[in-house]
């Protein structure tokens, strides 16, 4: 079993840790493209409501307190910012020197808005200065206006004056509020806009992280698994196949991978007993090339073992001309039909004692024992002659039109004699000798046999 070196994990954890990659960099990135522009619309929506505030309240306390605190321009001030801001909580107080609180209205901390107003009316009596406070989180500002004297109301108040308790700029009193900001719509909005920029940007990273997942860690092991398994033919055994089980990072395909190496080595077993079993070619009847090499062992060993000289035959086909239309129909159907029909040829008319084999498309091989070099030749022509007087299959006799043929060969040999020549040497000396040799050109079926 091959040793797995890295960290597995199964597809279900890995699909997560990238959901959860897609999420965080969707926020990432959502959040300053849509908090940056929502900060600053906020904080424009805060100073236009407590410009607006300032801008209101003066206007109510100057038109309406000029002649007095009195119940009646109090209420009018009440009425003239509610009008202007109809969702304002305000109360106004008279200063501590100017309060009396058996006749003057006086805040009632019992609640939190009420508390918040006393607590604010005390700094402002403390320092006598506009405090504003925003709360965003309730969506609320709070605010605390000082009411001084002004150069019209001292005349109301001579007597003040001269002791002078009263002057101007002097603290009459403040006037307390709470208003709802004006970013209700703007906090829905920006909602929204953050949720669709979040969302493309969530697809648009899950897409690319998911496509990365799903091609990497799916369809490319997948696909090796998928080649693998179309390699595996009847004919697998006579191809370089990687029989070894590459582990994977994903546990659920390592345990695809480990069943079809299973599968995979119990088939080459079977290829490995019917290559045992498999001596000829289907096509042609000759040898398969892989029993070659063992003809020749063993006709180097009977050779040398009985002082008898064998010889061993190459031919090239050269060219192949297709003469009439049933030949080139059936190399449509066929591609590589007319070296099976060469083939053919040459085990039909091979005499019984020579082994007759197909090494490459168009290379083919004879190996002709108790034969010497004289005879060798013998058989080199002999071929030729096969080629040209060759009788017409059965099969093919019968049909309407034949298949008509023009091979042009070339022959080589080389002769084993009892020296210490391996069949390496003989092979490379039957090579030369081919393609030294000249080329012969025959017809098939012969002309007098048409």
């Keep these: 079993m091959a040793k797995i070196n890295f960290k597995q994990y199964t597809f279900k954890s890995v699909l997560l840790n990238q959901l959860f990659i897609a999420i965080a960099v969707a926020f990432a990135i959502s959040l300053p493209l849509t908090g940056i522009p929502a900060f600053f619309a906020l904080n424009h929506a805060i100073n236009s409501d407590i410009e607006n505030l300032e801008t209101q309240s003066y206007e109510a306390v100057n038109e309406h307190l ?15 910012i509610r009008e202007k801001m109809p969702n304002a909580a305000l109360f ?53 206006i000082p009411i001084k004297f002004q150069n019209q109301c001292l005349v109301c108040h001579s007597q003040e004056v001269k002791t002078g308790e009263i002057y101007t700029g002097a603290l009459a009193g403040t006037m307390v509020l709470q208003v709802p900001m004006s970013i209700n719509q703007l906090s829905a909005t920006s909602i929204i806009t953050f949720f669709i920029v979040f969302l493309t940007i969530f697809i648009v990273v899950a ?23 179309k390699r595996l033919r009847l004919s697998s055994h006579e191809q370089q196949i990687d029989w070894e089980r590459t582990p994977q990072k994903m546990i ?29 070619e289907h096509q042609t009847g000759l040898f398969h090339k892989e ?73 083919f091989a004879v190996v002709a024992p108790e034969t010497d070099e004289a005879g060798a030749e013998v ?11 060759s009788e017409i299959p059965s099969n093919i006799q ?24 391996t069949a390496k040497d003989l092979l490379k000396s039957a090579l030369v000798s081919m393609r030294e040799s000249k080329e012969l050109t025959g017809r098939y079926p012969p002309a007098e046999n048409k």
Excluded at 67 to 80: A, E, F, L, M, S
Excluded at 383 to 388: A, E, M, T
Excluded at 398 to 421: K, L, M
């Design 66 to 80: 000029n002649t007095g605190w009195q119940p009646y321009n109090i209420d009018k001030v009440y009425q003239r």
């Design 92 to 144: 106004l107080q008279k200063a501590p020197q100017f309060l009396n609180p058996e006749e003057d209205d006086v805040v009632d901390p019992s609640t939190p808005t009420t508390a918040t107003f006393k607590r604010l009316i005390e700094e402002v009596q403390r320092n006598e200065r506009l405090i504003i406070e925003t709360n965003v989180l309730n969506s609320t500002i709070n605010a605390a």
């Design 207 to 229: 897409t690319v992280i998911t496509n990365r997942l799903v091609q990497t860690n799916l369809l490319v092991p997948l696909d090796g698994l998928n080649e693998r398994v």
């Design 252 to 280: 659920e395909i390592d345990q695809i991978d480990e069943s079809i190496s299973a599968h995979i080595h119990t088939i080459k077993g079977i290829y490995d007993k019917l290559d045992a079993l498999v001596v000829t």
């Design 291 to 363: 029993r070659f090499n063992e003809v020749m062992k063993y006709e180097l060993f009977r050779s040398h073992r009985y002082q008898h000289s064998f010889s061993l035959l190459l031919i090239k086909l050269v060219n192949v001309k297709v003469l009439n239309a049933t030949a080139k129909n059936i190399e449509m159907e066929a591609p590589g039909s007319k070296y099976l029909v060469f083939g053919e040829i040459l085990h039909n008319d091979t005499r019984e004692t020579d082994m007759a084999f197909r090494l490459e498309e168009h290379i």
């Design 379 to 389: 058989v080199k022509k002999d071929i030729y002659h096969r080629l040209i007087h």
């Design 398 to 421: 019968s049909s309407i039109a034949r298949p008509e043929y023009e091979f042009t060969i070339q022959v080589g040999s080389s002769t084993y004699t009892g020296d210490h020549a």
